[in-house]
Structure formats: structure tokens, C-alpha cells
């Protein structure tokens, strides 16, 4: 190889250009989807060529990586919280809007042709109870909201109508509530039946048990009673009288029905035969 040459591809290796930084692929669809956002709201005209400009600048579309990495990275950070407040914002968008209140009815009063018109006509005294169930509270007041009654002349038709929506919504609360208060009542007894079978099974399985035990140590007595007698009684049984006799010149034990021992362990050994002066083995 000639010195041009070696000269040339030292060129060539220098001039070579350093590769730029890229941005990464996740940040780089944020990055793309903010570009195509933008230009779909410009092309339905929702925002003006001024509002892109400000939203690419926003994006970083045209800044360095680091800047771009940047950006993204800390709203990847903050997505948490974003995530909580656009929830909210989505739920309260979502809210069906409050029903407007019907307008009240205005009272309209008659003057009275008595003399008192000017007095305050009397009112009957309210009278309350106080129940531990809050449902009750409120039929005790539906019910006292009904039974109070003007005596007085010339109620309205308005007034008249409003006496009868009460009566009817305390007659409905008051069948609400004895419905409650009967399945309370029937719950109630079921679970107390439910309780006594328990109990009733748990006492039965404790007296098998107390029995059971009793049979045994009732046995165990009787075993204990019963041991002596019988040992006295094979005492008495072993209790034979016998002679010493001598037969074939060896000396044995004799008793009164012939029955032949040894001298040594008392054992029998058969039964003696007087004519032939034998012994005959025990079986």
C-alpha cells in the first residue's frame, strides 16, 4: 500500500461525524400524538396559526433531546396527580344538574268579621317523643304534623290539602314501620329457636358424655369390689389337704382323692393306683 493511500483512509476515518442523540421511543409517541393533536384541532379550526406555534413550543418540538426528555419525564412524574384531578373534572362534567324547587304555595289568609280579627287564632300544642330508631322519630312527627288540627274557620284550600297529604304519609309510615317492626319480631324469633336447638343439642351431647363416664368408673368400682372375693375364693380352693407317701422309692404328696403332687413344686403330677402302685400322668 502506497503512502497516498494510507494517507487517504486516515482522512476518510477522521471526517467521520459523531451520531446525534435521538429520543427515546416511549417519549418520542408522546411527542407524535402531541404534533397530530395540534394539527387536528388547526385543521377544524378550534385553535388560530398563533395557538399552534404556542402549542409546538410547548411540546418541544423543535427544542434539543435533553429538552424534550425533559419535559416528559416530569410529566410522567406528575400523571398521578393529573390523573386524580381530570377523575374529578370527568365526574363533576358528568353530574346530572340539580332539579329546580317547585315554587311554594302562598298562604292566603281571610280576614275574620270578629271583633278579635286583629288577635292570633290559638294553635293546638305540638307534642313530640323521642324513639331510639330514627325512622319512628320521623313517623312520631308525620303523625303529630297530622293530628294538628285547626279548630279555627276559614282555612284555605291550600292549608285543607296540605292536612290531607300529611295524614296520608303518616298512615303509609306508620304501616312502614309495623311491617319493620314484625320482620324485626320474626328474626328475632328464629334466631332465639335457633339458639335453643344449640343448646338443647350441646346439653344432650354433655349428658352422653356424664353418662359415659359414669358407666366406666361404675365398672371400675365393680372390677375393684369384685378382685378380692375372687382371689379369696381361689385361696380357699387351692387350700388341699395331703399326706407324704412314698411310691417306687420316690417321695410324693398325696390327697384324698388320690391326686398325686411333687414334694418340690406341689404341682400334680397324676392320679395314684392303690391295687397296682402306679401312677397314672395327669392329662
Partial sequence: MSANTQTNTIVATQEKKEKKPTLSAK?????????????????????????????????KLMSSVEEQTQLYESFLAQSKETSKVMRKFVALRNKPPKAPKAPRAKK?????????????????KKTSRVENDSENDLVSQIVT????????????KEEKEAEKVAA?????????????????EKVAAKEAKEAEKVAAKAAKEA?????????????KNT????????VEETEEEEE??????????????????????????????????AENQTISAHL
Wanted: net charge negative; hydrophobic share 35%.
Fill in 168 to 184: 296520608k304519609a303518616a298512615k303509609e309510615a306508620e304501616k312502614v314501620a309495623a311491617k319493620e317492626a314484625k320482620e324485626a
Fill in 27 to 59: 417519549y418520542s409517541k408522546f411527542l407524535v400524538f402531541g404534533y397530530g393533536f395540534v394539527k387536528s384541532l388547526e385543521s377544524q379550526g378550534v385553535i388560530s396559526a398563533e395557538g399552534v406555534e404556542t402549542a409546538f413550543a410547548e411540546l
Fill in 207 to 219: 349428658e352422653k358424655v356424664a353418662a359415659k363416664a359414669a358407666k366406666a368408673a361404675s365398672k
Fill in 240 to 273: 388341699i389337704h395331703t399326706q407324704e407317701i412314698v411310691i417306687g422309692g420316690k417321695s410324693y404328696l398325696l390327697d384324698e382323692e388320690n391326686n398325686v403332687y411333687s414334694v418340690d413344686t406341689h404341682e400334680q403330677i397324676g392320679t395314684f393306683n
Fill in 145 to 156: 304534623a297530622a293530628n294538628t288540627v285547626d279548630t279555627a274557620p276559614g282555612k284555605s
Fill in 108 to 124: 292566603t289568609a281571610k280576614k275574620s268579621e270578629s271583633s278579635d280579627a286583629d288577635e292570633k287564632k290559638p294553635r293546638a
Fill in 223 to 230: 372390677k375393684a369390689v369384685e378382685a378380692p372375693t375372687q
